[in-house]
Every structure is written in structure tokens, then in C-alpha cells.
């Protein structure tokens, strides 16, 4: 039977016959809710593809309090997956204690540039503890990729899952770098002229969580429709997420400019 939070057609399912509380892959389904949590926009680089316009000169922090809340949402929602991020984690002072609380899910993917490796030294040391970590190392033209190599290196000695994105050459693959850059929109990626991010089948199950709480149907911090403070009851975010993600994906969006252009347009008839 289809769960309830399926989004996709029916005549796309194969779930007669499948069960999410007995499935060895839940944790890695695609049609389960995975949310990007990002926990600061302080960064040590500042990349003209961000999205979040991050930079060194950022100070915007996830609390404790809201990692906190943040947590007891993924708990009550049944979340076995998400993507943490920032900016830079580690550039977040309480970093260490938001990842122990975001330990409560079955997999956690970290994403960094790798200058941990000279401005944070115990940040692989402190993931090593944790055997639900996999973590992304940012390897493209748009960082300076300086520290990517030792920090792999060092991952690899720590016996840390680690990927470098890049390497394949894939940049849609679920583990790579989306290059949606700061509207700088032009020809030179696919999201620009052929087709919407959250429109392949792995993406549509995925939402934002900022530092403050907000909930965003995109990733990429477009169409704001909830906090996670609303959400808190058991599995209680599930209607809510298929009603939203439900009339979205009803929508025929060609690609992240068009969507985007959708998006300031909303903002415009919702002030």
C-alpha cells in the first residue's frame, strides 16, 4: 500500500507489496521525507554558485534550542535521513553538540569544502565517533578545492565514509554539487534551460530546514510554508508535506530559472 506521504502517481508506485517499517533500504528510499538542514550561512569561502549567499562575514547561527526542536521533529516525523550543511558546520560554535542531537536519525550526510582541515582539526576526529556519518567533500570550479585531497586522505584514515564530489563527473548524482548559483542565471548548467532540481524522482521528497526552523519545499531555500515547531506530534508533518508537496509538483515547472521566477512572484502576492 502507498505510505502517507506519497506525492508520486499511482501508476508510478511499486509498493503493493512493500512495507517501510520492514524494508532493509528505508533509510535510503527516495520517497521518504529528507530534509537539508542547514545550521549556519558563515562560511570560509565565499562561492559565487551558492546558493544561500554564504560568506565569512555571515553571522547567522543555528541555536542549540532550535537544533533541539529541530530533532524532536525528525524523531516524531519518523526521519531516517538528512543532508547537514551550511555554510561551514564546524564554523558554527555549538557545532559539535547540534550534530550529537541530529544523531538521531540513521544517516547523516555532511557537506564541507575541507577547510576543516587547518581552521577546525577536530572535526573529522569528533565524526569518527559517529558510525551514522558520510561525509561530502566539495571538489569543483567554484571552491578552491585547497585541502580536499589531505582531508580524504585523512577521512579514509579515520575510517570515515567519505566521498569527493566531482570525481565522477556527475554533478546530478545524489552525493554531487548542484550548481544553482546566486541567480546568476546564464547558459552554462541544465537547471538553467532543461529541467527543475526537484522534479527527478530522488529530489522530491526533499525539503529545507534553515538555522531559524523554516521549513522550504525547495533546497535551495525557495517557497517557505511551515517551522518545524507546528510539527512536533507524531508523524504530524505528513499531511502537511503531502498537501504542499502534492499541489507543487501538480505545477508543470520546465526548470530552476522558471521556478524561481515563480517563486519572487509568490512572494509578490503573498505580501
Known sequence: MRCDICIDPPKKQKCDTCNCETCANASRCHRRIRPTIRV???CSQSCSHCCFS???KSEEMMS???A???AKFLVANDIKSINLMGGEVWLNPDWKEIITLFSCVD???VVSNSDFMVLCPEFLPFLSQL????????NDKWHTNKHVSAAEKEANRLDINCEVSGKSGDALKEDGIVPVGRMRWGANNMFDMFMAYCQKPEN???ILIDENGEIYKCCFERFAFDNVEDYLEEKSFNARFKQFGTAFHNMWISNCLACDRLHSRYLELSA
Open 40 to 42: 549556519t550561512k558563515k
Open 54 to 56: 554564504c560568506s565569512p
Open 64 to 66: 542549540v534550542a532550535t
Open 68 to 70: 533541539q526542536t529541530i
Open 107 to 109: 544517516r547523516i550526510r
Open 131 to 138: 558510525d551514522n556519518v558520510k561525509l561530502c567533500l566539495s
Open 204 to 206: 522530491k521528497y526533499s
